[in-house]
């Protein structure tokens, strides 16, 4: 796709600074073939939303993000509501989304989708008036989040992610829940809920299968509540994907949803710890105008 007017909004500190260094070679290999830009990098959280806004106020034709899920959310907030394209450079420290729309994480083909790329119109979502592109959920992920940033502080992601997982599973509790969906309520315990416009949450669990980010509905997905002997078990069909038969398991697609619990709880939108239940959440079809190269 051809644009003048061209924004790179890359967050130096992702993935270890290893974000920024993937931009330094994406970028040289696009000014090789005559693409250049504004180059405008993030200092804190929530920057990114605030560097995308002062990019279409001063007239981008076309958005780079150059980070990962927590990067493409603060993004698509903005661009959501415009007709300025996204291109996404996934190079940050969780991909979730970008893995579900298959976009390449190498420099050079990621800067490639910029240089002979098409658009692709792909759905977003709101919670209670806030966007999210990937996933959004409380219960059980939103605990692994919490216990994960607590050990970040004295390790690497990755194992951060497995020790906090682990003492998540210590603290397992189910929350009382009521959905309210195609003019019927439903009332049960459950210990995950999530929502999802994409396939994967924390670094790859395929906690939605099915969902497809371009078909203008929502996947839900309720893990009732279940003895902590099973947990276990249900928690590695849940990563794999092989999760959606099982009786334990509600897995349905809607474009709207209400939900409430016994007690307010906290809700995860694409990692970030920014909702809170009561949550209405609803799919934006064909709200972002996606640059990427065909299968």
């Known amino acids: 796709?051809?644009?003048?007017?061209?924004?790179?909004?890359?967050?130096?500190t992702?993935?270890?600074?290893?974000?920024?260094?993937?931009?330094?070679?994406?970028?040289?290999?696009?000014?090789?073939?005559?693409?250049?830009?504004?180059?405008?990098?993030?200092?804190?959280?929530?920057?990114?939303?605030?560097?995308?806004?002062?990019?279409?106020?001063?007239?981008a034709d076309c958005v780079v993000i150059v980070g990962g899920d927590g990067s493409i959310r603060e993004a698509g907030a903005v661009l959501a509501k415009t007709e300025i394209p996204l291109c996404i450079f996934p190079f940050g420290s969780a991909n979730d989304f970008a893995s579900a729309l298959k976009l390449p994480e190498a420099p050079k083909e990621a800067a490639e989708q910029l240089i002979s790329g098409?658009?692709?119109?792909?759905?977003?979502?709101?919670?209670?008036?806030?966007?999210?592109?990937?996933?959004a959920g409380f219960g059980f992920d939103v605990e692994v989040l919490v216990q994960t940033e607590n050990f970040k502080?004295?390790?690497?992601?990755?194992t951060a992610y497995i020790f906090g997982l682990i003492k998540a599973l210590a603290h397992l509790?189910?929350?009382?829940?009521?959905?309210?969906?195609?003019?019927?309520?439903y009332d049960?315990?459950?210990?995950?809920?999530?929502?999802?416009?994409?396939?994967?949450?924390?670094?790859?669990?395929?906690?939605?299968?099915?969902?497809?980010a371009e078909d203008g509905l929502l996947e839900i997905c309720v893990i009732k509540h279940v003895s902590k002997?099973?947990?276990?078990?249900?928690?590695l069909k849940f990563m794999k994907g092989k999760h959606l038969d099982l009786p334990d398991t509600i897995y349905f697609r809607t474009d709207e949803i209400f939900v409430e619990c016994g007690e307010e709880?906290?809700?995860?939108?694409?990692?970030?710890?920014?909702?809170?239940?009561?949550?209405?959440?609803k799919v934006l079809p064909s709200a972002i105008k996606l640059i990427a190269k065909g299968d």
């Open 1 to 12: 796709m051809k644009a003048e007017n061209i924004y790179f909004i890359v967050n130096p």
């Open 14 to 59: 992702s993935a270890a600074g290893k974000c920024a260094e993937r931009f330094e070679e994406a970028y040289a290999y696009l000014r090789e073939n005559g693409v250049s830009g504004t180059v405008l990098k993030t200092e804190y959280a929530g920057h990114g939303h605030e560097l995308t806004k002062q990019a279409v106020s001063e007239g």
């Open 118 to 135: 098409k658009i692709r119109p792909i759905d977003a979502a709101e919670v209670n008036g806030e966007v999210f592109m990937n996933v």
């Open 153 to 158: 502080k004295r390790m690497g992601d990755k």
């Open 173 to 185: 509790k189910a929350k009382r829940v009521r959905f309210e969906h195609g003019g019927k309520a």
């Open 188 to 212: 049960l315990d459950a210990f995950i809920v999530t929502v999802g416009n994409g396939k994967f949450i924390g670094g790859g669990m395929e906690a939605h299968p099915q969902a497809d």
């Open 229 to 235: 002997l099973k947990v276990p078990a249900l928690l």
């Open 265 to 281: 709880s906290i809700v995860q939108l694409d990692g970030e710890l920014i909702g809170k239940t009561p949550a209405r959440f």
